[in-house]
C-alpha cells in the first residue's frame, strides 16, 4: 500500500488524506489516505463534500427542480384526456373513450419501462450529468409535440418517446446518494419522492386550468390564435418551458461519476487488478441483488401500490369530467384542476411537517400499511359523494382528494426508505434501476386498465350489482387490499443492519 502511495505521488495525483493536520506538520503522506484524481469530476465532488458543512441547500433546490420538471408532464394530461380523446373523434361511442385514453395514458409509462435500464446503464459509463440533461431536453421537444397532436396517434407516439428518452429518474437517484455527504443522503432521497409526489399532483392542476383556454378565458386567447386551434397546447407549452429553464440549469450541476481516464488506467500496474476486481463485483452485485429478499419485495409491493395509484389518478379525472347520465360529476378541467391544487398544497405541507416525525414514531411499513388500510373505506366512499351536488360535492370531494392523495404518497416514500435502506450505497443504481423497470410496467398497465374498467362500468349503469362507477372503486379497493396484505411478514421484511 505504501509503495502504491508513493507512485501516484510521483505521478502528480493529489492526495488528500484524513488526516490533514498530521500532512501539515510532518509534510509526509498517511498510509490510509484517500486518493484524488486530478481531472476526475468524482473526485472533485468528494473533495467539495469533505469541507462541506451544514445542510447543502443549493444541491436540494437542484435535485427538487429537475424531478419536478420531469414530474409534471406524466400525468399533466388526465384533466383533460377525456376531451382530447372525444375531439379526435376516434371513439364511435362516449362510453368507448375511456378505452383509448388509457392507451395514450399507458404510452408513457410503458416507453420508461422498456429503456429505463438501458438509461441507468449509459449513465453508469458516461455520468448522471449527460442523462438529467437528455431527460429534461425530451420534457422540452416530445411533451410541446404531444400538444401539438391532431391526431390519436400522434398523441400516442409522442407520449411513448417521451418515456423512452427520458431516463432521469433511476439516475438522479443514484446522483442524490453521491452528491451529499453521508448524513444528508437521506434528506436528498426523500426530497426526490417529495418533488416526483408534488409534480405528479401539480401538473395535472396544470392540465386542469390551462386546457382549453379559449373557451375558458376568451378575453386573453382567441379561437383563431394557436391555443385556440390547438387546445391542448398551452399546459403542455408550460410545462416545456419550465423544463427548458431546469436544462439550461442543468449544465451547471457537478457531475458524480468516477472518470479517471484511459490514459491514467494504462499507466497504473494495478488497473488490471482493480478492473477484474469490479467485474466480478459486479456479477456478485445482481445475483445479490436478486438474492436480497427485503429489497426484492419492497420492490414488488412498491409495484402493486403504484398500479393502484396510476389507475386512480386516470380513472379519477375520466370521472370527474364525465357527464352525470353516465355516473360522473360533470365537471371541466378547470374544476378538476381546482381539486388537485388544493391536494397539492395540502400534500406539500404533510411531506414536509408530519411524515418525518410519522416515519420516526411507526417506521415506514407501518406507516404504509396504515395508509393503505384508510385508503381502501376512503375510496368506497367516492360513489356517493358523486351524488351529491353544490357546495357539499366540492368540500368532501376535496377533503377526499387530499386524503388519497396524503395517503398514496407515504406508502411511496415509505417503501422508496425500504429500498435505499436495503442495499449498500455502490448498488443503490442498480436497485433503482431494477425498481424503475418494475413500476414501470406496472403503471403502464394502470392507465389501459383503468380506463377500460371505466368504459365497461359506464355500460353497466343499470346492473344490480355494483352498478357504474360502484364497480370501478370495488376493483381500485380489491387492487388496494393486495397491496395491503403484502405489507406483512412473512412477505415484506425490512433490511436490519
Not at 224 to 235: A, E, K, Q, T
Not at 287 to 314: G, K, Q
Not at 398 to 403: E, T
Not at 438 to 465: N, T, V
Request: a neutral charge; hydrophobic letters at 50%.
Amino acid at each position: 500500500m505504501f509503495c502504491r502511495l508513493e507512485l501516484i505521488r510521483e505521478r502528480s495525483f493529489v492526495v488528500v488524506g484524513i488526516a490533514e493536520s498530521t500532512v501539515a506538520m510532518e509534510g509526509k503522506v498517511p498510509l490510509l489516505n484517500k486518493v484524488y484524481y486530478e481531472n476526475c469530476p468524482g473526485c472533485r465532488t468528494e473533495q467539495r463534500k469533505e469541507m462541506q458543512r451544514g445542510i447543502p441547500i443549493r444541491e436540494l433546490l437542484s435535485i427538487w427542480i429537475v424531478v419536478l420538471s420531469a414530474a409534471l408532464p406524466i400525468s399533466s394530461l388526465f384533466p383533460f384526456l377525456y376531451f382530447m380523446i372525444k375531439d379526435f373523434n376516434i371513439a364511435k361511442r362516449e362510453e368507448d373513450i375511456g378505452y383509448y385514453a388509457g392507451y395514450v395514458g399507458s404510452a408513457f409509462m410503458l416507453g420508461r419501462a422498456l429503456t429505463s435500464v438501458f438509461w441507468g446503464i449509459i449513465a453508469d459509463r458516461y455520468g448522471r450529468k449527460p442523462i438529467i440533461i437528455i431527460g429534461t431536453s425530451t420534457v422540452v421537444i416530445f411533451n410541446t409535440l404531444f400538444g401539438l397532436s391532431s391526431s390519436f396517434w400522434m398523441a400516442l407516439l409522442t407520449r411513448f418517446l417521451l418515456g423512452s428518452l427520458n431516463g432521469l429518474l433511476g439516475p438522479i437517484k443514484a446522483y442524490a446518494s453521491e452528491v451529499f455527504r453521508k448524513e444528508h443522503q437521506a434528506l436528498g432521497l426523500s426530497t426526490i419522492s417529495t418533488a416526483w409526489g408534488i409534480g405528479l399532483i401539480i401538473g395535472p392542476a396544470m392540465g386542469g386550468f390551462l386546457a382549453q383556454p379559449a373557451e375558458k378565458y376568451p378575453e386573453i386567447f382567441s379561437k383563431d390564435s394557436l391555443f385556440g386551434r390547438f387546445p391542448y397546447f398551452l399546459p403542455c407549452f408550460c410545462i416545456s418551458f419550465i423544463a427548458l429553464g431546469v436544462m439550461i440549469a442543468t449544465f451547471w450541476l457537478p457531475e458524480t461519476l468516477h472518470m479517471h481516464g484511459e490514459v491514467d488506467k494504462a499507466q497504473d500496474p494495478f488497473n488490471d487488478i482493480e478492473t477484474a476486481e469490479k467485474t466480478e463485483g459486479r456479477k456478485d452485485s445482481w445475483s445479490s441483488l436478486i438474492r436480497n429478499w427485503p429489497l426484492m419485495s419492497s420492490i414488488i409491493v412498491y409495484c402493486v401500490f403504484s398500479l393502484h395509484d396510476m389507475a386512480y389518478t386516470e380513472i379519477f379525472s375520466l370521472w370527474a369530467v364525465s357527464p352525470r347520465k353516465l355516473g360522473g360529476l360533470s365537471y371541466t378541467t378547470e374544476d378538476v384542476g381546482v381539486v388537485l391544487s388544493i391536494s397539492g398544497f395540502g400534500l406539500l405541507i404533510f411531506q414536509l411537517s408530519l411524515y418525518p416525525l410519522l416515519e420516526r414514531l411507526l417506521g415506514p411499513i407501518m406507516v404504509s400499511r396504515i395508509s393503505g388500510a384508510l385508503t381502501i373505506p376512503l375510496l368506497s366512499s367516492y360513489p356517493f359523494i358523486g351524488m351529491l351536488s353544490g357546495i357539499s360535492l366540492a368540500v368532501l370531494l376535496n377533503c377526499a382528494s387530499v386524503l388519497k392523495n396524503l395517503f398514496s404518497v407515504s406508502i411511496v416514500t415509505g417503501l422508496f426508505l425500504l429500498q435505499n435502506r436495503a442495499v449498500e450505497q455502490h448498488q443503490r443504481g442498480a436497485a433503482n434501476g431494477i425498481a424503475m423497470t418494475a413500476m414501470s410496467l406496472f403503471k403502464a398497465a394502470g392507465p389501459a386498465g383503468g380506463g377500460a374498467i371505466f368504459s365497461w362500468a359506464q355500460k353497466r349503469a343499470d346492473a344490480s350489482f355494483l352498478p357504474g362507477v360502484q364497480m370501478v372503486f370495488f376493483i381500485l379497493n380489491v387492487v388496494e387490499a393486495i397491496a395491503v396484505v403484502m405489507t406483512f411478514k412473512p412477505f415484506l421484511i425490512e433490511h436490519q443492519d
